[in-house]
């Protein structure tokens, strides 16, 4: 039997750009390719902000693998989702897609190549199967697919042209409109949706794509050859990290404010490790995140950028990894990188982090964009252990009168005032299993740790059709006992 032909398109590729989008694309198309099944072509696009223009021609190879190229365009209006270059393109993605002859065609973007590629595809080739992974909002909104409003930051709950013009008063309420019939209507050549997460699903659910057209699937990643090591279980499990772009939307600075926090609070334990770059960010917002990092001292560093070989190595020395976002992530990357090395997750308490990391079982959620939370709910206040007997840490917070919800990474309590991991033998319980059985109210089975569903190694039957199979890719959530060894 033939390989399925699968022509996978990203707007960028990650040896330019290794944003999560392009990195989950690009490691789809590799585990698709080496499982032997499959057949294709990964095509990214590039502009002059990496790339110049090459002679003769819009294509251009990256690395050394055949399989893999990048398509050169000078305009595009982000506005409209639109390429503003279709004669100088046309004739070049019209012949490619006349060799390839795809049976699939796997579309993660339309930044760069225009909403119009996707008629373009269905003009082509008539009889492939067209699928859209939704990675963000792009399609529902113009500031910069966030729906976070301009100025504010605060969180948008549905677009509409008069909503849409309030947030971006330049822009009239009619070209919103024409925006959105611009794009439905492309998209109305799509065969199948895919969607990371529920969360998303609902969102363009409510914007108006068919509910049956759209699939919940949530991202994979490959295995990792050498998991971060377990850390270290005599002392106070104190060192966060945030990982990726740093940027306003990314709460870097919800993340430095807590931090402060703690300092006034007399913390001296808690550390802050910043890995990441400042891209296409303001002088403005580089001046206020640097001065902030100089202000907190050896509690925060900002590590800078680093590469994704890296990664194993830069979390080994972290307990906890934060994902503060203010916006409505769809389907962080860190949050799986982190699973799969065995760390919990501390996240905003919205969109798709609070659903892919379970509060109290997988990590804790905090308010979205409220230091005081993120400091008062997960980070806690460190040397006093108050009700302390026989050496047990503490299980109640004094900050604010809030009871400490504890993380329990089996068989360890890790209590939130000193941070100390306390062992407990598994299936039994202690002395305040046993005063919580005697209340009155019904007692919780302790917590576990982590995730323990995998996804099969087939897919959706709805994705089936579309792109079979997807080989060793799987969502990074260990069975009980992996994971207990990795964090204890």
């Not at 807590?258 to 490790?273: C, K, S, V, Y």
């Not at 949050?335 to 982090?353: K, N, T, W, Y």
């Not at 005032?417 to 209340?439: F, I, L, M, T």
Request: net charge positive; proline share 9%; charged share 25%.
């Amino acid at each position: 039997m033939a390989p399925l032909r699968v022509l996978t398109v990203c707007h960028n590729h990650p040896a330019l750009h290794p944003g999560g989008t392009e990195i989950f694309a690009h490691e789809l198309f590799r585990a698709l390719r080496a499982s032997g099944e499959v057949d294709g072509l990964f095509l990214a696009c590039t502009s002059r902000l990496h790339r110049e223009q090459k002679p003769g021609t819009c294509f251009q190879t990256v690395g050394p693998s055949a399989d893999e190229a990048v398509l050169w365009v000078g305009r595009f209006d982000r506005f409209f989702l639109s390429q503003l270059d279709l004669p100088g393109i046309l004739p070049e993605l019209g012949d490619l897609l006349t060799t390839l002859r795809p049976d699939v065609v796997h579309v993660h973007h339309t930044l760069l190549f225009g909403v119009e590629l996707l008629f373009l595809l269905r003009r082509l080739r008539p009889q492939a199967h067209l699928v859209f992974t939704l990675h963000d909002y792009f399609p529902i909104c113009a500031h910069e697919g966030q729906m976070v409003k301009a100025g504010s930051h605060a969180l948008c709950r549905g677009a509409s042209p008069d909503a849409c013009h309030a947030c971006l008063p330049d822009i009239p309420a009619d070209r919103f409109l024409l925006r959105e019939k611009h794009i439905k209507t492309l998209f109305g050549l799509v065969d199948t949706f895919i969607a990371p997460s529920r969360f998303l699903r609902d969102r363009f659910v409510a914007w108006g794509l068919p509910a049956d057209r759209i699939v919940v699937l949530p991202n994979g990643r490959p295995a990792v050859a050498a998991p971060a090591p377990p850390r270290p279980t005599d002392g106070p499990r104190a060192v966060f990290a945030t990982f990726g772009n740093i940027s306003p939307f990314k709460g870097t600075m919800v993340a430095l404010a807590a931090m402060e926090r703690l300092a006034e609070a007399g913390d001296t334990d808690a550390r802050l490790l910043v890995h990441g770059d400042m891209p296409f960010q303001t002088e403005a917002f580089r001046t206020g995140f640097e001065t902030a990092v100089s202000a907190l001292g050896t509690r925060v560093v900002h590590r800078g950028p680093y590469a994704r070989e890296d990664l194993p190595a830069l979390i080994a020395g972290v307990d906890w990894v934060v994902v503060p976002s203010i916006w409505w992530e769809n389907a962080p990357l860190v949050i799986l990188e982190a699973f799969q090395h065995g760390r919990p997750v501390l996240c905003s308490d919205i969109g798709g982090m609070a659903e892919h990391v379970r509060d109290g079982i997988d990590g804790l959620h905090f308010r979205v964009g409220d230091p005081g939370a993120l400091d008062a709910n997960v980070v806690g206040v460190p040397g006093h252990r108050d009700g302390d007997r026989d050496g047990e840490c503490c299980a109640v917070r004094a900050v604010g009168g809030a009871v400490c919800r504890v993380h329990v990474a089996r068989p360890f309590w890790v209590c939130c005032r000193c941070r100390r991991p306390r062992h407990r033998e598994r299936g039994r319980p202690n002395e305040r299993d046993v005063a919580r059985s005697n209340s009155p109210r019904k007692p919780r089975a302790p917590r576990i740790c982590p995730r323990s569903t995998t996804r099969p190694d087939a897919p959706d039957a709805a994705y089936r059709g579309a792109l079979e199979p997807l080989g060793p890719f799987r969502i990074p959530r260990f069975s009980a006992g992996s994971i207990d060894q990795r964090m204890t």
